[in-house]
């Protein structure tokens, strides 16, 4: 089983950053592709970012692109979304999830995260 736990949201005004994290329970973090997802009111929950097991492949969603960046201390059993030039429509709760992979994959789809953490919320204000 494994536990997430995500921490760093928060309101913040338009064009500035935070930082999310994720700490995982899991004695084999390293084995663990991690994504961030966000689900805003009203709405699908969608894909923000991804991380592959050894933090070597990375992926963004386009809205994020270039704004946000995901990182891993494997050592921390962490993952981090680094949140810049915030919009108001990044408004939302966002989720930490984590997908057991034989593979150095960063994999954008919902349905190949299997666990979840409970999210947090991120505000950004106009």
């Known amino acids: 089983q494994v536990q997430l736990v995500e921490s760093g949201g928060g309101l913040v005004q338009a064009g500035g950053s935070l930082r999310l994290s994720c700490a995982a329970s899991?004695?084999?973090?390293?084995?663990?592709?991690m994504g961030w997802f966000r689900q805003a009111p009203g709405k699908e929950r969608e894909f923000v970012a991804a991380?592959?097991?050894?933090?070597?492949?990375?992926l963004f969603s386009e809205s994020v692109k270039g704004r946000f960046t995901i990182s891993r201390d494997n050592a921390k059993n962490t993952v981090y979304l680094q949140m810049n030039s915030l919009k108001p429509e990044d408004t939302a709760v966002y989720y930490c999830?984590?997908?057991?992979?034989?593979?150095?994959?960063?994999?954008?789809?919902?349905?190949?995260?299997?666990?979840w953490g409970r999210g947090t919320q991120v505000t950004v204000s106009s």
């Open positions: 991380i592959s097991r050894s933090g070597f492949s990375t």
């Open positions: 899991v004695r084999t973090f390293s084995s663990y592709a």
């Open positions: 999830a984590a997908d057991f992979r034989n593979n150095d994959v960063a994999p954008f789809a919902r349905h190949e995260y299997y666990f």
